[in-house]
Structures are given as structure tokens and as C-alpha cells.
Nanobody, 128 residues
Framework: QLQLVESGGGLVQPGGSLKLSCAAS????????IGWFRQAPGKEREGVSC????????NYVDSVKGRFTISRDNVKNTVYLQMNSLKPEDSAIYFC?????????????????????WGQGTQVTVSS
């Protein structure tokens, strides 16, 4: 059974940091591009960041550039999202998702692809 499990969420003060993890079971992540998405109450789901299967390509939504860093450890079958300088508007449920690379992307990842496998999410709350 293919499964993604997120962890690392919690309550943090503005300006603080959290590191989210996305662990896979039932399949190996190194064959997949991985994306992080978030959804706040009353808002649509938003793509935050993605990383290609090789780790050579990453993308970020403008609002998190310079603050968030995505990385992967294919030996541990885990993808991470390091979030620094957190703001209240970063509060949301964060999901990781996996999709097979699209040859038309030439080794890059995209947050606009239709991702096939999703985790259950982890809550991130940024508040004083």
C-alpha cells in the first residue's frame, strides 16, 4: 500500500522555524517528484514547493522564496520542508504529494502537475 505520512507540524511564534517531513512507505520516493501543498481555512489549496526525483530541481511559490527550503534524502525515503521566518499567513494544513516525473519537464518539477499520491497533512500554526 502506497502511503505518505507528514510530520513536524505544530504551533510556533512568528519568526520561528519548523521542519516538516514526508515519509513514504510501500514505494521508493526516488522515482517521484514530490510537492508540498498547503490549505488554510476558507482558502484553496496552494502549491508551496516541489523537488524533482533527482533533487536537482526545486521550485517555490513566491511567498515562501528565501524562507523555505525543500530537500530530500532518498536513502531515508523522506522529503523535508525547512520553514524559517514563519509568518501568521503560513498557517495551514501542509500536505506532501508524489507524482511520476513528466518527460516534458526535462527533469524539472512542477506544482501544476496532477499529483497522484497524497498524505493526510500536518497542521502548522504560526501565532503569538
Amino acid at each position: 500500500q502506497l502511503q505518505l505520512v507528514e510530520s513536524g507540524g505544530g504551533l510556533v511564534q512568528p519568526g520561528g522555524s519548523l521542519k516538516l517531513s514526508c515519509a513514504a512507505s510501500g514505494f521508493t520516493l526516488d522515482n517521484y517528484n514530490i510537492g508540498w501543498f498547503r490549505q488554510a481555512p476558507g482558502k484553496e489549496r496552494e502549491g508551496v514547493s516541489c523537488i524533482s526525483s533527482s533533487g536537482s530541481s526545486t521550485n517555490y511559490v513566491d511567498s515562501v522564496k528565501g524562507r523555505f527550503t525543500i530537500s530530500r534524502d532518498n536513502v531515508k525515503n523522506t522529503v523535508y520542508l525547512q520553514m524559517n521566518s514563519l509568518k501568521p499567513e503560513d498557517s495551514a494544513i501542509y500536505f506532501c504529494a508524489a507524482v511520476r516525473p513528466n518527460v516534458l519537464l526535462f527533469g524539472r518539477c512542477s506544482l501544476l502537475q496532477k499529483y497522484d499520491y497524497w498524505g493526510q497533512g500536518t497542521q502548522v500554526t504560526v501565532s503569538s
